[in-house]
């Protein structure tokens, strides 16, 4: 395009039509906006969008972030708790092999293994649970069988697990259950999973 051509362009061009009561406004607008040191002397519904644009963008973003830790963090937990239960699925088998109806349970506290064997290879077989029982001397972890006793804040309690696959924690003061029917008024978090029959 030539300027001639331009020009010519220009001058059939229209000025926008405003109301009469935006153009006593207009020097009104621009003053303030010098005084204030405002770029571009925005008027008020131009900059209102840009400032909600803004918070729009980054709400977004702020969500998509924390969408992501959270996503991370419960991948991460899914992950652990699948290695966990493998493990002591397997420490089980293991155990199992080397001293035969004689496992009643397997403690895991603060980096140490405690081994629990009956002196008689009475134990019956049953269905294998995870444990993590957390108190006021800490967490520590419960590999045993439906029918045997563990202790949770120094209670003896039995473990057993019913014809539905929950796991039942009893003691003489209370009772746990993953089903959240029973009440536990031990003081102790209890977190159980069933193993299934391991053996």
Sequence with gaps: MTDPELDDLLRKAKTPSRA????????GVVSRGIARGEPGFATGPRRSRLVFATAWAVSFATLCVLTGFWFGKW?????AQGDEVAQARKLVAELATLFPNQVQSIVIENGRTE????????VP???AILLRICGKSGCEKVITFSGQQVRVNGQPC??????????????????WST?????????????????????
Excluded: C, M
Excluded at 20 to 25: I, K, L, S
Excluded at 75 to 79: I, V
Excluded at 115 to 122: I, Q
């Design 179 to 199: 089903t959240g029917g029973a009440g536990n008024s031990s003081g102790a978090q209890i977190h159980a999973r069933s193993l299934g029959d391991v053996l």
């Design 20 to 27: 009469e009561e935006y153009w006593e406004e207009f020097p």
């Design 115 to 122: 081994l629990h064997l009956s002196e008689n290879a009475d």
């Design 125 to 127: 077989r049953s269905t």
């Design 158 to 175: 039995d473990v057993l697990v019913d014809s539905r696959g929950n796991v039942i924690v009893a003691g003489s003061r209370f009772v």
């Design 75 to 79: 991948h991460k937990t899914h992950l």
